[in-house]
């Protein structure tokens, strides 16, 4: 029997999924940057690549490994397909780090078997029992996921989790990966793996979503209430096509709605105990950094991290507020990291506000760098009243290179 997590594990896929949305390709040392940053932000799993995939991928991986996979720091974790070359380089990929995952996936839908793989269940159930125990010969943590696995036969899913399973899976991955299903039927599926599947109690479940219906966070959560212990999802939700599920806004819901997830982790109703390892204060930063790295701006109205979540504009919402924040704000926006009083920048500024401001920003320049950003910043803010997020962003992509 594996033991159950105590709390909710965050498996961040950004540097995989995330990377596989159109226009998100990072280099080497922005993958690292933002590596670094999510092991301050206490996620626990890192999925770092697809180490197969291409030389780059493969080194990108492994530096990760070797640099942030350290002792106290996340597992860190390489996609394979169920194929014995990817295995093999996601396993050399990830040598280096003290925790260390293979994530390998086959297809169990007939409409992926059909078109797709060509080939019978038969065939697909003999091909992960054996690239699952192929992986087990390199760690022992070993996740599976069936992909497709919202749209696959859920009898035939039951038997590809159980052979998996007894070939040595620690996690078992249930991915929606064209974000098809709803909140109900999701969580049924999760229920009926863990009633239908006689060795679940071996391996610990998890869930992958996409955004296709704008319902991945949503089934997740129905997912937990059933019995899945690890969310996979990305900052500010990117990912392939509609993106995936949104990391800020699963960890804060289950931290603002904690009394009511709490009994089904059998936990008493009005524990304070947080429910992932997350350190909230990191998320905005996060967010910030993940947007300059990959160029995907976030819509102004996305919960958590948008530029309008905390802002009120009616003046009836103004006037709750100002008597009382409870009127209209569920969280207080400290708890993501977001400074009470903003500062404004401008020709007045110092280096010190500067500084706080592009820490703000998910920026952790050097010496050296902010001396040459600042005196830009200076440069800039002679010509223009207030400098603004993006005024900056701009000086940051001239004159700092992410560490
Ligand atoms: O969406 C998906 O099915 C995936 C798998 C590889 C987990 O990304
Ligand atoms: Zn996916």
Redesign the pocket.
Known sequence: MKTQPEKIIIFDTTLR?GEQCPGATLNIDEKLAIAKQLARLGVDVIEAGFAFASPGDFEAVNKIAQIVGTENGPVICS?ARAIQEDIKAAAQAIEPAAKKRIHT?IATSDIHLKYKLRKSRQEVLAIAEEMVAYAKSFTDDIEF?P??AGRSDPEFLYEVLEKVIAAGATTV?I?D?VGYTTPTEFGALIKGIKENVPNIDQAIISV?G?NDLGLAVANFLEAVKNGARQLECTINGIG?RAGNAALEELVMALHVRRQYFNPFLGRPAESEEPLTNIDTKQIYRTSRMVSNLTGMLVQPNKAIVGANAFAHESGIHQDGVLKNKLTYEIMDAQLIGLTENQIVLGKHSGRNAFRTRLRELGYEPTETELNKAFVRFKEVADKKKEITDWDLEAIVNDEIQQA
């Open positions: 999924d996609l996936f996921s992909e497709d991955n991915p990966t992958h996409h392939e």
